[in-house]
């Protein structure tokens, strides 16, 4: 029996060696896609405002500190940074859940997700209220719910080894309009609701403002907002990429956006930005504590590895992926200490050493959720420090 992150892991990368072997077709005409000169000017038709480059400062940083003051004169801001994981979600939802029933789970003034995180993002953005949905999607789903395999129709040319209406129909499920419009009123008392994805197209992540989204106002908002949660979920392979349609140079063009992870598996912000640049505009400096839940375990899990090509490429992967999101937490580290940011992170302790029956396991992940809820009762023991800094 396998952790649910090591089966995933299993299953996307035979998928990916049998669409490697065979070089099937892509879904999409490459004339289609936004040409090199153009992909930053490459906008939303309406909603140029939505997205930055998750790579790059924001381009008008006297705007974003307006939007941040909209909310009065707050002294302390509380930040929420969410990580992928797929299945090992479940902690996370159990974290929020336990830490809403022992009275000191603070309100967020931005939440930002990747990933799985991207679907635990919205609730926990809008808090306790939603806390029985996130339960209910983190401890009653099975595979079947998310995906089927359809290996068939992937070599034939499709864009994924997997029929995945299931998973667009449980995120039409737990979304609404109603949802859109309470984010909308959030963001306008200076809240950020941020969801990454990667545009596969420009190898580059993408920081979408989803309470911008929420106020436009557009006839097409909750379409695009479940693009957007499709697509940062979207494991290449596994899942089809999420194509969103773009102006560029007065013509239509179509961007393929892919799983958050491939460029971050968890954010605050730009790196490029600084808290210095915002306060300059907003003529204070608040405090700001970043919270960072690690929907995964760091430390290293020792495992005999067979010959062959799969397992010795699934082993090869998941340690390049574990180490990769380390750095991420070193990452979120630095700029927590060049902007003077109180650093918390919790991630799945060792200790636990439940498998999993299959990739989404419904007794697996309500154990995993159980732990996250437990802790977050008890009160979460934050390490102040990134993995090998303690």
């Known amino acids: 029996m396998k952790r649910a992150s090591t089966a995933w892991l299993r299953t996307t990368a035979a998928l990916l060696l049998a669409l490697l072997v065979t070089a099937c077709a892509t879904t999409r005409a490459v004339e289609m896609a936004v040409p090199a000169q153009y992909s930053n000017q490459a906008v939303v038709?309406?909603?140029?405002?939505?997205?930055?480059?998750?790579?790059?400062?924001p381009p008008n940083l006297r705007a974003l500190a307006a939007q941040l003051a909209s909310g009065g004169n707050e002294r302390h801001w509380n930040i929420l940074a969410l990580?992928?994981?797929g299945p090992d979600g479940a902690y996370g939802a159990g974290l929020l859940n336990g830490w809403t029933q022992s009275g000191t789970r603070p309100k967020f003034k931005v939440v930002t997700g990747i990933s799985t995180g991207a679907i635990i993002a919205p609730f926990a953005f809008l808090g306790p209220r939603y806390d029985a949905q996130l339960k209910e999607f983190y401890t009653t789903v099975k595979t079947d719910d998310i995906l089927l395999p359809s290996v068939v129709a992937g070599l034939l040319g499709g864009a994924s080894l997997a029929d995945t209406r299931g998973f667009d129909a449980?995120?039409?499920?737990?979304?609404?309009?109603q949802m859109l419009d309470e984010i909308a009123a959030e963001a306008k008392k200076g809240r950020y609701l941020l969801i990454g994805t990667t545009n596969l197209d420009a190898q580059r992540p993408v920081i979408?403002?989803?309470?911008?989204?929420?106020?436009?106002?557009?006839?097409?908002?909750?379409?695009?907002?479940?693009?957007?949660?499709?697509a940062s979920a979207a494991i290449p392979g596994a899942f089809p990429p999420v194509p969103i349609g773009v102006t560029a140079n007065g013509k239509r063009f179509t961007e393929l956006h892919v799983d958050g992870s491939v460029t971050n598996q968890v954010f605050a912000y730009p790196p490029q930005l600084t808290t210095a640049q915002i306060d300059a505009f907003l003529g204070y400096t608040p405090r700001r504590t970043l919270y960072i839940v690690r929907n995964s375990q760091v430390s290293p899990e020792y495992s005999p590895t067979e010959e062959g090509v799969l397992p010795i490429s699934v082993r090869s992967i998941d340690t390049l992926l574990k180490n990769y999101g380390i750095g991420d937490l070193y990452r979120l580290y630095a700029i927590a200490q060049r902007d003077r940011l109180e650093?918390?992170?919790t991630y799945i302790p060792s200790t636990f050493t439940e498998t999993s029956e299959e990739l989404f396991d419904p007794k697996y992940m309500r154990k995993l959720f159980d732990l996250g809820y437990r802790q977050g009762v008890d009160g979460v023991a934050w390490r102040k420090n990134p993995p090998g800094l303690e």
């Open 45 to 57: 038709p309406d909603l140029a405002h939505i997205r930055i480059w998750g790579d790059e400062q």
């Open 83 to 85: 990580s992928g994981g």
């Open 170 to 177: 449980l995120i039409a499920k737990h979304t609404s309009e």
């Open 208 to 230: 979408w403002s989803i309470g911008h989204l929420a106020a436009s106002g557009h006839p097409r908002r909750l379409e695009l907002f479940r693009q957007i949660i499709r």
């Open 343 to 345: 650093y918390n992170l």
